[in-house]
């Protein structure tokens, strides 16, 4: 027998709380650290081959462009070692109630937001 059930098909109605966010931000910065592992990779090959490779990764490291890629790198790793990290206390027991682990959350994000701009005011 099929059962009649309501379908919200509207996912602005739905109100995730801060721990839904996390988890989901953090399968997020996973999927983005991937693609940086090629650009990071590159750049490091790139600098270890010669002197004129280590000056062309300076070079573009004083742009615009790459300096907002590489603040973007920095920021999805902070991100996903804060909320790693978090994932790893609720594996041993801590924060696995509701309000425990939205706080833990909102804490994490903050600290990771504190960390974001430490490394935006060392990058320019």
Excluded: Y
Excluded at 2 to 13: A, G
């Amino acid at each position: 027998m099929k059962k009649q059930r309501p379908v919200n098909l509207d996912l602005t109605t739905i109100k995730m709380h801060p721990s839904a966010n996390a988890s989901i931000l953090h399968r997020v910065s996973g999927v983005i650290m991937v693609f940086a592992i090629g650009i990071l990779l590159w750049a490091l090959s790139l600098s270890l081959s010669s002197a004129e490779g280590f000056a062309q990764v300076q070079a573009c490291l004083d742009g615009f462009l790459f300096k907002f890629i590489m603040f973007g790198i920095i920021s999805a790793l902070t991100f996903h070692i804060l909320m790693g990290v978090r994932h790893l206390f609720m594996d041993l027991g801590h924060f696995e109630e509701l309000a425990s682990g939205n706080t833990s959350a909102k804490f994490a994000m903050a600290l990771w937001f504190v960390l974001t701009v430490v490394v935006g005011v060392w990058l320019w």
